[in-house]
């Protein structure tokens, strides 16, 4: 694995506008600044998500359960692309094409490493045949594993320790898809549901200046 915090993200307001870049170093320390970034759900015809547990050397949240992967566009790079990336690097994946299924918006400090998760999240759904081949990285992943996405988050509840936070989050937006909103990326199919409102807080109960939530992610169960 290549270390890649010197790599650029962008930097967004709490609706997805662009305001600007930073190194992913620089993003994710304390305080944190709201970056963008995605959550990959991949899903067998039995409707199971495929977990990874991050390998010990990952900078945030080492050895946690998290969904299949996660990442951060370049700036300009679409979400189609970088997912893919990630995913050919992480679980060495053929690409998949990928539904976005909502958006999840959190704050999370690692209290092992010390850096801050705060993210608006595209989550985003790929649909994947039973057997699916992978060649997981080891300095990426730990272990994987299929499971029932409700029983993970009963899981989550019982130990949130054991899961990184965004986890219960991500999987509330594939168990109950939102409309993504204009910044969408137009390479990705979107989900149609009913709209749910945002849930959570910036800062325990705080809400960003367009009024929009934060999810305060931090060792709970992801902002159900």
């Known amino acids: 694995m290549k270390s890649r915090e010197s790599h650029l993200v962008e930097l967004v307001d709490d609706t997805g506008r662009v ?10 320390q304390a305080p944190g600044r709201l970056h963008r ?20 050397v990952k900078t945030r949240f080492p050895l946690r359960w ?9 700036p300009g790079e679409s979400l189609a692309e970088a997912a893919n990336r990630r995913l050919a690097e992480e679980l060495g994946a053929e690409p998949v094409s990928l539904t976005e299924v909502g ?3 959190y704050y999370a400090e690692d209290p092992a490493t010390g850096r801050v998760e705060f993210e608006y999240d595209h ?4 649909d994947v045949p039973t057997g699916l ?14 499971a029932d996405p409700t029983k993970v988050m009963t899981e989550i509840d019982t130990d949130p320790r054991s899961h990184a936070p965004w986890l219960g989050g991500v999987l509330s937006r ?14 990705l199919a979107t989900a149609t549901a009913s709209p749910t409102a945002p849930t959570g807080a910036r800062a325990a109960g705080s809400a960003t200046p ?15």
């Not at 992978?134 to 299929?146: A, G």
């Not at 594939?174 to 390479?187: E, M």
């Open 103 to 105: 958006v999840y918006l």
């Open 19 to 28: 305001l600007g870049e930073a190194t992913v170093a620089a993003a994710h």
């Open 37 to 56: 970034a995605f959550s990959v759900l991949l899903v067998d015809p039995d409707g199971r998500v495929l977990l990874q547990q991050r390998a010990p």
């Open 123 to 126: 989550v985003l759904r790929a």
């Open 133 to 146: 081949t992978l060649l997981p990285d080891p300095d990426e992943v730990s272990e994987l594993r299929w």
């Open 66 to 74: 998290a969904n299949s992967c996660c990442g951060h566009p370049l």
């Open 210 to 224: 367009s009024g929009r939530r934060v999810d305060d992610a931090s060792e709970r169960s992801g902002g159900r």
């Open 174 to 187: 594939l168990l109950r898809p939102i409309p993504t909103g204009p910044t969408a990326d137009p390479t």
